[in-house]
């Protein structure tokens, strides 16, 4: 009796840890579920696609997390035509004299940094070798500071952390793509600039699951054809204001450089952003009204502006164009000449004294 008994509670203990396995299995998939109907219903679209952005440039193998700008460069990045140095700069090192030589920082978007381009085919870098090819002064070196898609806010942002490090004799500024983009999304708020720095529980539904990423982009919402924000536009107005300040502030002097853009290279079909179309010829529109936008804002700042033979003003060819506002090695070498003369002709009157 005493053996039977013993016997029959034996397979209850036994099968104890499973339950408790099983139950956990329960609570941790109802757990999920809850941060995904949270992350979906309440949080908000914007939000959201700012963390769909996230994903997607930390996904790519040369950036990394940041806390304030959202995301940046990885420092000693190495691949067949991507390389940065430990400063997390595109190209090479600084060198150790670089004080003594006369620093330019190039910030921007991917135009500056160079898509699907070498590291020796972009602007900044063709501009160093022009600089120095004509100087019969101090040597120059000019720093490609451009991060794909950043935003306005992020190269203000981006643009503050540098000045606190560096006193160069000029910047350079290029931007106005990745806000036109913001701009596009119907709830646009000032925060998607910045694209939020989600949990780790986010980045890996984002990464990871097909389904997420897909409820995600609200796929049942109409698509709006033609379609921008103008708080996107006075927005990026004001941030173009608060970097010419800024550099004002520090005594530095800077230069906006024109976006590159051909509209023969806009597919026929137009492009797709979000849940908006852009027809070939409203991209043409809007991309003139950010550029006046610009244009005012930094004549009314006194901060000069360097036009170009594949700028959006100059109605370019498709020629040079890798897509509608990326341009070959060649494009970045005519970005490259026309910011050489402009410095060239104003005889050196915007660089910081000696």
């Known amino acids: 009796m005493t053996?039977?008994?013993?016997?029959?509670?034996?397979?209850?203990?036994?099968?104890?840890?499973?339950?408790?396995?099983?139950n956990l299995?329960?609570?941790?998939?109802?757990?999920?579920?809850?941060?995904?109907?949270?992350?979906l219903?309440?949080?908000?679209?914007?939000?959201?696609?700012?963390?769909?952005?996230?994903?997607?440039?930390?996904?790519?193998?040369?950036?990394?997390?940041?806390?304030?700008?959202?995301?940046?460069?990885?420092?000693?990045?190495?691949?067949?035509?991507?390389?940065?140095?430990s400063d997390?700069?595109?190209?090479?090192?600084?060198?150790?004299?670089?004080?003594?030589?006369?620093?330019?920082?190039?910030?921007?978007?991917?135009?500056?940094?160079?898509?699907?381009?070498?590291?020796d085919e972009?602007?900044?870098?063709?501009?160093?070798?022009?600089?120095?090819?004509?100087?019969?002064?101090?040597?120059?070196?000019?720093?490609?500071a451009g991060i794909p898609s950043y935003s306005s806010?992020?190269?203000?942002?981006?643009?503050e952390q540098l000045l606190a490090r560096f006193h160069p004799d000029l910047v350079l500024v290029s931007l106005l793509w990745n806000d036109l983009f913001y701009s596009s999304i119907e709830e646009w708020a000032p925060e998607c600039l910045v694209p939020a720095y989600p949990s780790r529980l986010h980045q890996a539904l984002f990464r990871y699951s097909r389904v997420y990423r897909w409820m995600a982009t609200q796929p049942g919402k109409p698509q709006k054809v033609n379609f921008y924000s103008e708080p996107a536009l006075k927005e990026y107005k004001a941030n173009i204001a608060r970097i010419?300040?800024?550099?004002?502030?520090?005594?530095v002097p800077i230069v906006f450089v024109e976006p590159p853009f051909s509209a023969q290279a806009v597919p026929a079909a137009g492009e797709t952003m979000w849940h908006n179309r852009f027809s070939r010829k409203f991209i043409s529109k809007i991309a003139d009204r950010f550029l006046a936008a610009q244009v005012e804002e930094a004549e009314s700042q006194g901060v000069p502006f360097v036009r170009h033979g594949v700028g959006i003003s100059e109605r370019p060819?498709?020629?040079?164009?890798?897509?509608?506002?990326?341009?070959?090695?060649e494009g970045n070498r005519m970005i490259a000449q026309s910011i050489a003369d402009f410095l060239e002709d104003q005889n050196a009157s915007v660089w910081q004294e000696d």
């Not at 010419?244 to 005594?251: D, E, F, N, P």
């Open 3 to 22: 053996s039977g008994g013993s016997s029959s509670k034996h397979p209850r203990w036994k099968r104890l840890p499973g339950l408790v396995a099983i």
């Open 25 to 39: 299995a329960v609570t941790l998939a109802l757990w999920l579920c809850l941060e995904v109907v949270f992350g």
């Open 41 to 85: 219903l309440v949080q908000g679209r914007v939000s959201l696609l700012a963390k769909v952005q996230f994903v997607t440039m930390t996904s790519r193998d040369y950036i990394v997390a940041d806390n304030e700008k959202g995301f940046r460069l990885q420092a000693n990045f190495a691949s067949d035509d991507v390389h940065t140095n």
């Open 88 to 119: 997390g700069f595109r190209g090479k090192e600084l060198p150790e004299d670089f004080a003594k030589k006369r620093l330019v920082l190039a910030l921007g978007e991917s135009t500056t940094f160079g898509w699907c381009v070498a590291d």
């Open 122 to 144: 972009t602007y900044p870098h063709h501009l160093e070798n022009i600089l120095n090819a004509t100087s019969t002064g101090r040597e120059f070196v000019v720093v490609n």
């Open 153 to 159: 806010r992020q190269v203000l942002l981006y643009l």
């Open 244 to 251: 010419a300040q800024l550099c004002r502030t520090k005594g």
């Open 317 to 329: 060819t498709a020629e040079h164009f890798l897509d509608f506002l990326h341009v070959d090695g």
